[in-house]
């Protein structure tokens, strides 16, 4: 392998560590193969179109993991559903208080994004309940 390739292989690694860990042993030497094999025999950088595909990979991924948040058994939701409900209603008072100040401080748009993640943590709640009674 020459140089180039090494230092591109190197890249393209870099670039794939984005991906959740467990997304990346099941694909990255799939999806490192077909980059390397797309690739030109003198490129040493990847180009700007599959960087910015792969960042947006990344972050799709990265957001399918993270909203189907997975229930491992020895996760903290499962163990603890009720500590985990109050500790996300906590955090969504805290919000609902701070995207107010926002508000009332003429922030409107910090607000809504504040009332946003409240929202999300209701969701989570959601889940969270809805999981303790499927157990």
């Known amino acids: 392998m020459t140089d180039s390739n090494e230092r591109l292989e190197r890249r393209y690694r870099r670039l794939l560590g ?3 860990r467990s997304y990346r042993q099941q694909h990255e030497e799939d999806m490192l193969g077909v980059l390397m094999n797309e690739a030109d025999s003198k490129q040493s950088r990847p180009g700007l179109a599959q960087t910015l595909d792969l960042l947006r990979g990344a972050l799709f991924i990265s957001g399918r993991y993270w909203w189907q948040m997975r229930m491992a058994p020895d996760s903290l939701a499962v163990r603890h559903p009720v500590f985990v409900i109050r500790l996300r209603l906590a955090v969504s008072a805290w919000l609902c208080f701070v995207a107010a ?6 922030y409107y748009a910090w607000g809504v994004l504040v009332l946003f993640f409240v929202g999300l943590h209701l969701l989570f709640i959601r889940r969270t309940v809805l999981q303790r009674r499927r157990n």
Do not use: A, D, F, N
């Not at 100040?101 to 003429?106: E, S």
């Open 101 to 106: 100040v926002l508000i009332w401080g003429g």
């Open 18 to 20: 984005l991906y959740p």
